[in-house]
T-cell receptor
Framework: EAGVTQSPTHLIKTSAQQATLRCSPI?????VYWYQQALGLGLQFLLW???????NRGNFPPRFSGRQFPNYSSELNVNALELEDSALYLC??????????????FGSGTRLTVV | AQTVTQSQPEMSVQEAETVTLSCTYD???????LFWYKQPPSRQMILVIR??????QNATENRFSVNFQKAAKSFSLKISDSQLGDAAMYFC?????????????FGQGTELSVKP
């Protein structure tokens, strides 16, 4: 079974540019989660998508946005990049409903560097 | 709001010995789930063990076990017979059973090193 795949592995952008990160969930998973892991900090919840809808959002500015496609893959877009956005962005997927109680599976992340 | 605290930024253990990683959390809810995740240098977060708050019995997974103290809001991870491959960052995480779906709240992490 293929795991959660994220692309690209690394991404270098300059300030004010836009970044697009992609995530493909495990087959059968309908929920996708995005987390930001900045250096020296824990994981901060960004977004949760389920069945194509945004279900919950963390404490991040509106320039962090995303979407989920009919095949349940997801994009995270970060507009007007700032140096502080440099971080590892982790995507995770899970089954929907009560099955999420069993935890979810993470990808290996996209390392975004803003210079 | 719920919070998770890991008070040990770094821990070290001798190979084959036992080590315990601490985690405390704060919540007003009675129904929730707790997790320990491992993040090796490969960056991928790997689920180590999970615990349902309504279960009094501590979860175990091979060499990994937890000490869940609900009243004290404590959830420590014990690793027995430590192996070199256990070296990683370990994160404790909380998930509400209500309203917030699958959102996990993570602690700051404990970096575990294993000495041969």
């Amino acid at each position: 079974e293929a795991g959660v795949t994220q692309s690209p592995t690394h991404l270098i952008k300059t300030s004010a540019q836009q970044a697009t990160l992609r995530c493909s969930p495990i087959s059968g998973h309908t929920s996708v989660y995005w987390y930001q892991q900045a250096l020296g900090l824990g994981l901060q919840f960004l977004l949760w998508y389920d069945e194509g809808e945004e279900r919950n959002r963390g404490n991040f500015p509106p320039r962090f946005s995303g979407r989920q496609f009919p095949n349940y893959s997801s994009e995270l877009n970060v507009n007007a990049l700032e140096l502080e956005d440099s971080a590892l962005y982790l995507c995770a997927s899970s089954y929907g409903g009560e099955l999420v109680n069993y935890g979810y599976t993470f990808g290996s992340g996209t390392r975004l560097t803003v210079v | 709001a719920q919070t998770v605290t890991q008070s040990q930024p770094e821990m070290s253990v001798q190979e084959a010995e036992t080590v315990t990683l601490s985690c405390t959390y704060d919540t007003s809810e009675s129904d929730y789930y707790l997790f320990w995740y491992k993040q090796p240098p490969s960056r991928q977060m790997i689920l180590v063990i999970r615990q349902e708050a309504y279960k009094q019995q501590n979860a175990t997974e091979n060499r990994f076990s937890v000490n869940f103290q609900k009243a004290a809001k404590s959830f420590s991870l014990k690793i027995s017979d430590s192996q070199l491959g256990d070296a990683a960052m370990y994160f404790c995480a909380y998930r509400s059973a209500h309203n917030q779906g699958g959102k996990l709240i993570f602690g700051q992490g404990t970096e575990l090193s294993v000495k041969p």
